[in-house]
């Protein structure tokens, strides 16, 4: 925002400058640098308009609105398609990744995992929520299933 400003700001004082100097005799060739200036302004703010324009739209994450919006974003989603993890470190890698993949698209994904100490087992899943409630999923398999056992939590 500040970035904008300073180019708001610019913009005003050279075309000021422009308006003045016009009609104090400056040259021409004072008056096509300062045209030129003003274009190169004018570059840099229309770049940094479309960059902000970019972060609104992931910006600030949001959850799914539904489960077919998820469903949809999993099957864009290419991680669970790849070969099967040999290790609970590069099964949560996945999720991890699903979790940055899902951020850079503007949704809030959690990784998360459980260990069973009886079975020496770990599993390992994604979260997200839908509508107030709790949805999880293997990164492996991309099948969602809803969390019955908490009601809603938003």
């Known amino acids: 925002m ?3 400003n300073w180019l708001l700001i610019g913009t005003v004082i050279l075309s000021l400058a422009m308006v003045l100097l016009v009609g104090c005799g400056v040259s021409m060739s004072e008056y096509e640098a300062l045209q030129a200036d003003y274009d190169e302004l004018n ?3 229309a770049a940094v308009e479309a960059e902000l324009a970019e972060i609104k739209e992931v910006y600030p994450p949001r959850d799914f609105s539904s489960l077919s919006e998820l469903q949809d974003w999993l099957l864009q989603n290419d991680v669970s398609e790849r070969a099967l993890a040999t290790t609970a470190e590069r099964w949560y890698s996945k999720a991890l990744e699903i979790q940055e993949d899902a951020l850079k698209d503007g949704y809030m994904v959690s990784a998360d995992y459980d260990y069973d100490l009886e ?5 390992i899943f994604c979260v997200t929520i839908i509508n107030g409630d709790i949805w999880y999923w293997d990164p492996e398999t991309d099948e969602p299933y809803q969390e019955y056992y908490l009601g809603k939590v938003k």
Do not use: G, I, S
Request: aromatic share 36%.
């Open 2 to 4: 500040k970035r904008f």
């Open 119 to 123: 079975t020496d087992l770990f599993y």
């Open 43 to 45: 570059a840099n703010y």
